[in-house]
């Protein structure tokens, strides 16, 4: 079993619609959170960072982090047709350094 | 992009041929990270660096090896292509002391091995 599962969709979506996106994790050491986004053919670029459990708001998105479910969500409000891309988690533990494990990637596409 | 650039983007080869990847960096950056991504996987570490002449294996290190010889460059050779390493590279390197965990990415290698 993966130490961090993402549903790889692909998922798709009417412009304007409230787009979930989730991962869950096995390994309880886990403290600090990241979404990705990935255009096709490009690198990942960060997205979001959390800390620890709660949430964080950036203008149309925010990540939520529920350690006592290992669970982290990615919500992006009114999505529009830039916002198609894969989103990917990732995580590390507090001793790991920078060494990241990463979910397998969702795949989004807003239809205008 | 923090200044990353990977060369050659695109690169077709025949198995048991040697084939080395290079990543640059223009920003200093003390860690640098060498990833795989594949449909169903993500990303996966293959080899990080931590200094100059500092390297450590990751998740999937078997068949590559890696050198840094200079804080810019990281390089990531197979020793003997097979085609499971067909595959699309990505390097990234991360801030020294950065409070964000932010990892700055390259544009991607992608590797066919025929």
């Known amino acids: 079993q993966k130490e961090v599962e993402q549903d790889p969709g692909p998922l798709s979506v009417p412009e304007g619609a409230i787009v979930s996106l989730n991962c869950t994790y096995s390994?309880?050491?886990?403290?600090?959170f990241m979404w990705y986004r990935q255009y096709s053919r490009k690198g990942p670029e960060l997205l979001m960072y959390?800390?620890?459990?709660g949430n964080k708001e950036d203008g149309r998105f925010t990540a939520q982090v529920d350690k006592s479910s290992k669970y982290i969500s990615l919500f992006i409000r009114d999505s529009q047709p830039s916002d198609s891309a894969t989103y990917l988690c990732?995580?590390?533990?507090?001793?790991?350094?920078?060494?990241?494990?990463f979910g397998q990637g969702t795949e989004l596409s807003v239809k205008p | 992009d923090a200044g990353i650039t990977q060369s050659p983007r695109h690169k077709v080869t025949e198995t048991g041929t040697p084939v080395t990847l290079r990543c640059h960096q223009t920003?200093?950056?003390?860690?640098m990270y060498w990833y795989r991504q594949d449909p169903g996987h993500g990303l996966r570490l293959i080899h990080y660096?931590?200094?100059?002449?500092?390297?450590d294996k990751g998740e999937v290190s078997d068949g590559y090896s890696v050198s840094r010889s200079k804080t810019e460059d990281f390089l990531l050779t197979l020793e003997s292509a097979t085609s499971s390493q067909t595959s699309v590279y990505f390097c990234?390197?991360?801030?020294?002391?950065?409070?964000?965990?932010?990892?700055?990415f390259g544009p991607g290698t992608r590797l066919t091995v025929l």
């Open positions: 990732a995580m590390r533990s507090h001793n790991q350094g920078g060494k990241l494990i």
């Open positions: 390994n309880s050491a886990f403290q600090y």
């Open positions: 959390t800390y620890s459990s």
């Open positions: 920003e200093n950056h003390r860690y």
């Open positions: 660096s931590y200094g100059v002449k500092d390297t």
């Open positions: 990234a390197t991360h801030l020294d002391g950065g409070s964000t965990d932010t990892q700055y």
